[in-house]
Structures are given as C-alpha cells and as structure tokens.
C-alpha cells in the first residue's frame, strides 16, 4: 500500500512539474517538455501580459520573435466605394575557452618539507580551478539540463572552491581574491624551495621552474575572470526568454517565437520548434464595419409609388398610385457598428449606414440595433429605421379626388421630400474564408 502511494506521488509531482502554465496574464513554456502545446489562444481584457520559456539555453539556441496586431473589419467595404459621404522574432558560446588540466609537477613524495606541501596544495587547488571551469563550459552548452540542474551543480563547484569559506558573495568577488591569493602563495613558495634547498637536482629545479612558470601564466592568461564569467553566466536570463507588453491595444494580438540551434546538439530535442500565442481582446470600444442585404418597408410615398392620371371621364380624372405589389424594397449597402468587445459569442451594437437599391439608382441611409454573432468572421442582424428622399405629391392635391383635365397642370405635381422614414432590417456579414479563392 505504500509503495502504490509513493508512485501515485511520484507520478502526481511529474505531471504537476510538467503542466504548461496559461493564464490572462502569461503564458509560461518549459522548453525541455515536449508534451506540451505549442501554439495557445486565450482572451484577455485589461492589463499587461507576459511570455515566458523557461529552461531554454540561449548559449545554444537562437531565440527570435516577431508581433503583429490586427483590429478586425476596419476596411470600408467595396459596396460604398464611390459614394461620397457627408462631413459630419553552435554548441560552443564564443566566450567558451578551453582551459586544459596541465600535468603539474606532484611533490607530495617530499612531504618533509612544508613549502613542498604547500605548493602541493596551491597546484591541487589551481588544478580544481581548471576542472571546474571546463564542468562550467559543460553546463553553458548542455541542452538537456534544467536550469534548477544547473545552479545545483554550480553550488556543488562553488562548495569546492570555497574550502569552507563563507559562501555569501564568494562567487562575486572572493573567488577570484581566494585565487589570487593561492597564485602568490605557490609563487613564493616555489622560489623559496629553488632559493633555500641546495640539494634539488638539476631535473628538479628545471622541473619546478616550468611548474611556477605555468603557475604565472594562469594568472597572465586571465583564466581568473573566465571562470568567473563562465560562474556568472550561469542564471536565469541565460536559461529564460521573455517578452512583455503593458497592455493588449488590438482585437488580435499574435506573437511568434522560434527557437534554432545554433549548430547540431547532442540530445533529444527539436533543433528547431515555433511558439505562437494568440491574444483576442475581450474589452473596449469598438467600431467596425459590415456588408451585405437590405429590406426596407413603408407606406406607398415611402415606397416611391409612381402617380398617374386614371380617367374617369372624358373630361375629368382622379390621382392613383401604381401598386405593383411590392411591399420591399430591396437592396445591398453596408452598416457602421458601434459597440463593446466581448467574451461572448453574442454582443450588442448600435449602427448607422447606407444602402442602395438594386438599380443604384438611391440611397437609403440607416440607424438601427444590431445584434452581431461572432468577431472575425461574423454575421449581423439589424433592425431600425431608413431615411430616403423620395418624391410626393403636392399638397394641393389628393389623389382618389375627381380633377378637370382642362384646369390640371400637364404633368402631376411633385414635390422632394428629405427624410422620409421607413423602417428596415439587414443581415450583413463578414467572411473571408473563399475571399483568396
């Protein structure tokens, strides 16, 4: 029974450390779990927002992004074109050195002598120094460690070096004091061994002298600060990419990051992957465009009917109006809309526009409430009012009333009218999945 609860821990603390954190506020990649999705969508409404890839060596890997921002169905649409409006993103880092372990003269057969044991020491010591670095240039260019990994293994180094010194700022300044030290003290040593023992043989001294000539080098050659850069270079902006913003202005937002080494690794990790997050603002004012059909209805003057002269006599006739039976008038134009983002499939407008009939021959212009069904890709329903010019007969006359031809004008007379009011609805739209085709 507890072995079978030790797996089910063991099991819960591997997906839990694996699990790709999204939120409205970031979205966090660990780049070593290849389980988890790449590519994210989310809303978001207010506020700043961050992208994060953790565990990613940039010593290694090429890290590029690029961001792009759209705001959804702004073009005018083509069905308005020409109608004038009123003015109302190698394995080797290039500061990696390769500092070989040199084969240092061991004096730890002639223990009856102190300077002997104490250059023993500052050449074990400088020797530890040398392997430590190269385990450093090891962990820059691993790309399968995590960067928890990674600091555990430079404070193991860091445990080394500092002998039991205090290990709060050694890696900032006593490191390269302790070095520093060790280097004069083997030094001095080694010229008080050549200087007070006069039974060194020839080999010996020449041996020694190559000994504190490499000793000099080490500190000549800088290697004191490379250890130390490779030791600094070990943190999280080098394992960890992030990009923010304060806030999310445009209906979309995408961001594309891509990863690509910089030369062939040795582990089992896509040498090139791509991570995109898409950001659909879910808040805000919002006024956008849409086109598509038109119906408007009225009475007869709304509709336009045509006058004409229907005899009743010789000499005498009334005013009727043609009824062609039509009771719409249809016609394709666009609207304005004026509203507020939301989350939700459904959301509220106020709109205002135009449309012209079948013929081109008139404008009918618009004010309604509309009700829009999606974001991008959407259709709209509207209803409201139309206003149109349209022509009606002079108020000194009435139609269905008998009139002499002999005292009537020739032709009926008519006069314009602006606005006229009707009412109408709409189902306009924006898509654009066959608009390339």
């Not at 000099?216 to 070990?234: A, R, Y």
């Amino acid at each position: 029974m507890k072995k079978t609860y030790l797996l089910v821990v063991i099991l819960f603390s591997m997906q839990t450390g694996f699990t790709q954190n999204i939120s409205d506020t970031a979205v966090i990649y660990d780049f070593l779990n290849l389980s988890q999705k790449l590519d994210v969508d989310l809303k978001k409404c207010r506020g700043s927002f961050a992208i994060t890839i953790n565990n990613v060596n940039r010593n290694i890997f090429e890290v590029s992004n690029s961001k792009s921002e759209e705001n959804y169905n702004i073009q005018v649409p083509s069905v308005l074109q020409g109608i004038k409006f009123p003015s109302y993103f190698n394995l080797a880092g290039s500061s990696k050195l390769e500092i070989k372990k040199r084969e240092l003269i061991n004096f730890e057969k002639s223990t009856g002598h102190s300077s002997r044991e104490g250059l023993t020491s500052v050449i074990n010591y400088l020797n530890l120094a040398i392997d430590a670095n190269n385990e450093l240039v090891c962990l820059l260019n691993s790309c399968d460690l995590s960067l928890t990994q990674i600091n555990t293994r430079k404070a193991e180094i860091l445990n080394l070096l500092a002998e039991g010194d205090d290990i709060e700022g050694f890696e900032r300044q006593g490191l390269k004091e302790k070095i520093n030290r060790k280097i004069a003290l083997g030094l001095n040593l080694g010229r008080d061994i050549l200087k007070n023992d006069s039974d060194l043989s020839t080999e010996f001294k020449d041996s020694l002298k190559n000994t504190l000539k490499e000793i000099n080098d080490f500190k000549l050659d800088n290697k004191v600060t490379v250890l130390i850069s490779n030791l600094n270079k070990i943190n999280k902006n080098t394992f960890t990419f992030r990009i923010s913003i304060d806030k999310i202005k445009k209906d979309e937002t995408n961001f594309k990051i891509t990863t690509k080494t910089k030369q062939a690794i040795p582990c089992d990790l896509p040498w090139e992957r791509e991570f995109n997050v898409k950001i659909i603002k879910s808040c805000g004012f919002k006024m956008d465009f849409s086109s598509g059909l038109f119906c408007n209805f009225g009475n007869s003057i709304f509709r336009d009917d045509k006058l004409f002269k229907n005899e009743i006599t010789d000499s005498t006739f009334q005013i009727s109006t043609v009824n062609a039976g039509k009771r719409i008038i249809p016609g394709i134009g666009a609207l304005l809309h004026f509203h507020l983002r939301t989350p939700y499939l459904i959301s509220p407008a106020i709109s205002l526009g135009v449309s012209t009939t079948s013929g081109f021959d008139a404008l009918n212009f618009h004010a309604g409430l509309s009700g829009i069904i999606g974001s991008h890709e959407r259709v709209i329903f509207t209803v409201g009012l139309t206003a149109r010019e349209v022509s009606k007969l002079d108020n000194r006359y009435n139609t269905f009333t008998t009139y002499n031809k002999t005292k009537f004008p020739d032709e009926i007379p008519t006069s314009k009218i602006f606005p006229y009011w009707g009412g109408f609805v709409s189902l306009t739209y924006n898509i654009y999945q066959f608009a390339t085709k």
